[in-house]
């Protein structure tokens, strides 16, 4: 993998990667939410990655995007194609990147995305944004992280972070310091206002720092 050297200038958007559910979960405000994303990337001019899944939120998100005129590039496993997607639902995406297992997959990912957001999602969800986060306190990337709390969903994983931090295990907090955006309409700007802001004082009123 490569990292793009550290830098005190703004990180140019282009493109956010989106991990989520693949499922849709029991609360029909995650799949809106989805939707609404998807939407809101494509209105900003920006590109998705994300995981490849047509299902799900996963596929709420890819569909927000292409019906508002958006460019979608779907990354998954060979052995997940069939299970979190169809064939056919994949061939709608702008571009479709097969890697040969999840450490590919996440890699790709991560090299072509300028942002990430972690929607409501699983495990698979929580360990992505995890290692993202991880590269970050690692000083490997400044690419700005978001968590959509939708419906207060990370609030457990936020606390936990918390305790961490007070525990004195996130020894390097000025480095992870990803948005925790409520309400969906809010987190691209959200992103886009982080990106302009990096490596200048008074970014608090726009990132929650963890």
């Known amino acids: 993998m490569s990292f793009a050297p550290m830098s005190n200038q703004p990180i140019p958007i282009r493109s956010v990667c ?5 499922q849709p979960g029991r609360d029909p405000a995650h799949i809106e939410a989805g939707r609404l994303l998807g939407k809101s990337i494509a209105d900003h001019g920006l590109q998705l990655v994300y995981g490849g ?9 890819a569909s927000g995007v292409l019906s508002a005129g958006g460019h979608v590039t779907g990354i998954i496993p060979e052995f997940l194609m069939d299970k979190e997607a169809t064939r056919h639902s994949l061939g709608q995406l702008n571009e479709l990147i097969v890697t040969g297992d999840m450490h590919e997959r996440k890699h790709t990912m991560f090299e072509r995305a300028d942002a990430f957001i972690a ?3 699983g495990i698979g969800t929580l360990e992505e944004i995890v290692e993202i986060m991880t590269w970050a306190q690692l000083g490997r990337h400044r690419k700005p ?3 959509g709390n939708i419906n207060g969903f ?3 994983m936020l606390e936990l972070l918390t305790h961490m931090r007070e525990q004195g295990f996130v020894h390097t907090a000025h480095l992870v310091q990803p948005l925790v955006i ?4 809010d987190i691209v700007p959200g992103i886009l206002a982080s990106a ?3 490596g200048r004082e008074g970014e608090s009123e726009i990132i929650s720092r963890l």
């Open 196 to 198: 302009a802001a990096n």
């Open 145 to 147: 992280m978001v968590f």
């Open 18 to 22: 989106v991990y989520c559910g693949s």
């Open 53 to 61: 899944g047509t299902r799900g939120i996963m596929g709420a998100v």
């Open 119 to 121: 929607l409501p999602g």
């Open 182 to 185: 409520d309400r969906v309409e």
């Open 154 to 156: 990370w609030a457990p």
